[in-house]
């Protein structure tokens, strides 16, 4: 299994917010690990600046009150530094859903993957709600609409079984909001997170089981001449920003199984 | 000493082919180092056992390392749930038969040939796969 070193704030993984590409599922796992290590570190240190800001401005303002002005700029400068600091660190804040689910999900795939198994991987770092995801905004009255469209994991892994599996993570947000000048801004949202998987089967061990989908699943399922491909989608609705659930794909890519039934001996081609 | 006797996996379950150097205190079966729980101190425990253990309250619980579910012992607590809740029923591709398992409902696979076949993805076999998985 390969270690990767600690990320730094200089690793170019936080400048492009992308990690694509073709790595063995335990590099990809290591490296995952790392971002959410980071996570967390980076977390942490920008609380406690956003903290230390907070007081050496309480500090500031009573050195002023007791007549050290001098104490009281200095006292100034280091709120300003540290609130800069803490911004900073914000930048580079990577959403949960990547600590919670992509690692939660590669770890589900690695066990039915063999020990030097590739996958083919694509992780967006970017929020949901960032600019960069923003692909409609305009206003309907008072409300200033935006819609976010947020494609942020997808991958391809060969397991171990012979299967082929695809998978796609989007999360699509509608998002109406009221400012105010008197009272709290009204935010209207609605979120949805999407599962699209693509498993593919030997159609020499694998036939057709009988239909069997939940109302929130779609289902479609192919007999080709090596494979039995099944394609499984689900949505997830929900009125508010909620971190994606790993159970939810898992779920989806159980759905897909059911769609088959091993072949009996005498079924298989000999 | 025999193989593991532990079943890896998630959507499908095989047969763990290390060889055993240990003995799980709970169940007895022959465990591999990798499906020995190191969390378990003072005790020789399988990965499966520490999970209902820890369930159970009896062991204090395991940390994941950077979090999320379905690291470490936690994968086999999940996988424990996903399978007696009936989410998913997992295909065996293996022989062996074991009472361990038998609160899964699995379905056992006799197959004429392995499909231990190490493809990677991109082989020109899998030109078929496309974007779109489909081949015909």
């Not at chain 1, 690990?33 to 920008?46: K, P, T, Y």
Request: hydrophobic share 40%.
């Amino acid at each position: 299994m390969s270690t990767t070193p600690p990320l730094s704030t200089n690793s170019p993984i936080l400048r492009t917010r992308l990690l694509e590409g073709r790595f063995s599922i335990h590099s990809v796992i290591a490296r995952v690990e790392a971002l959410a290590e980071f996570d967390v570190r980076n977390e942490r240190r920008a609380k406690r600046q956003k903290l230390a800001g907070v007081i050496s401005m309480i500090l500031a303002v009573l050195t002023l009150l007791g007549g050290l002005a001098p104490l009281a700029l200095l006292g100034l400068l280091a709120a300003i530094v540290l609130f800069v600091l803490a911004a900073k660190s914000r930048k580079l804040d990577i959403p949960n859903d990547v600590r919670l689910f992509a690692l939660s999900w590669l770890r589900v795939v690695a066990a039915d993957m063999n020990e030097d198994g590739e996958v083919v991987l694509k992780l967006d770092l970017n929020d949901v709600t960032s600019q960069a995801k923003r692909v409609a905004s305009g206003r309907q009255g008072f409300y200033t609409c935006n819609e976010y469209r947020n494609p942020w994991f997808s991958g391809d892994a060969a397991l171990a079984d012979g299967a082929r599996l695809h998978w796609e993570a989007l999360i699509e947000v509608d998002e109406r909001v009221r400012y105010k000048t008197k009272g709290r801004t009204k935010r209207k949202i609605k979120h949805v997170a999407k599962y699209d998987v693509v498993l593919g089967l030997p159609q020499d061990s694998f036939g057709v089981a009988q239909p069997s989908a939940t109302a929130q699943d779609k289902v479609r399922v192919k007999v080709g001449e090596k494979r039995v491909v099944v394609r499984a989608s689900r949505a997830v609705r929900s009125a508010s920003l909620v971190p994606s659930r790993v159970e939810d794909l898992v779920a989806t890519v159980a759905m897909a199984y059911r769609q088959t039934t091993p072949k009996t001996q005498s079924e298989q081609p000999a | 000493m025999s193989n593991c006797m532990c079943r890896q996996g998630f959507f499908t379950l095989r047969d763990c082919d290390q060889p055993a150097t240990a003995t799980c205190g709970k169940c007895s079966r022959t465990i591999c180092r990798r499906h020995r729980d190191p969390a378990a101190k003072g005790a020789v425990l399988c990965v499966e056992c520490a999970a209902v253990e820890e369930q159970a309250g009896r062991l204090p619980p395991a940390q994941v390392k950077s979090g999320g579910s379905f690291g470490g012992r936690a994968f086999y607590r999940r996988r424990d749930e996903f399978y007696r809740a009936r989410i998913h029923r997992p295909v065996y591709w293996g022989t062996a038969v074991d009472p361990y398992y038998d609160c899964y409902d699995f379905v056992v696979f006799h197959h004429h040939h392995h499909h231990h076949d190490h493809m990677t993805i991109g082989d020109s076999a899998d030109q078929d796969l496309a974007p779109s998985l489909m081949d015909s």
